[in-house]
């Protein structure tokens, strides 16, 4: 018997990163800022153990240090100080993530009908975060989350690592 259910390899949670960027996407859509905020720090611990992951696979080249090829990508590092920094009580290093900011924007929907006419609603507002990476421009955090699961895209691919997007997109590498 095992602890793990459902997830089997690194592919299994590159499919739950996509589901935590959809599900803090949404939350902050509908102004659920504790949850918005759930979800974030999920994805920032599932990229995180993505790296433990990838070491459990078959084919991982037993000289290769995860850690030090992952913290090459500023993003990888952030979502590092992240899962740290709220896990851990006294958690005290000298990320190179300087910092999670939350603000509220105005967004309007549009929307098309089968005729191709436009119609645009009335402002509302959205919750949104900023992740703020030392030497990095501050990015939203969608953005932020497709740069992670872009990279976390490359190193399965790298290694052969078969995957399928929640979205239908097979990888593999070729």
């Not at 793990?4 to 739950?16: E, M, Q, T, V």
Request: charged share 30%; net charge negative; with cysteine.
């Amino acid at each position: 018997m095992t602890l793990r259910f459902h997830y089997i390899g690194p592919a299994d949670l590159l499919n739950k990163l996509e589901r935590e960027r959809y599900r803090t996407f949404h939350s902050a859509a509908d102004l659920q800022k504790e949850a918005m905020c759930d979800h974030f720090f999920n994805f920032c611990v599932t990229a995180h153990a993505l790296r433990d992951w990838f070491k459990k696979t078959p084919d991982f080249p037993i000289d290769l240090d995860i850690h030090k090829k992952c913290n090459i990508y500023p993003e990888l590092e952030a979502c590092r100080d992240i899962a740290n920094s709220n896990k851990h009580f006294n958690f005290e290093p000298k990320p190179k993530t300087k910092g999670a900011i939350i603000g509220v924007s105005k967004v309007v929907d549009v929307f098309e009908n089968e005729n191709g006419d436009l119609k645009v609603t009335e402002p509302r507002g959205s919750i949104e975060m900023f992740i703020e990476i030392e030497g990095e421009p501050i990015r939203e955090s969608h953005e932020f989350m497709d740069k992670v699961i872009e990279i976390w895209r490359s190193i399965l691919d790298e290694f052969s690592i078969q995957f399928e997007s929640i979205y239908g997109e097979q990888h593999r590498k070729s």
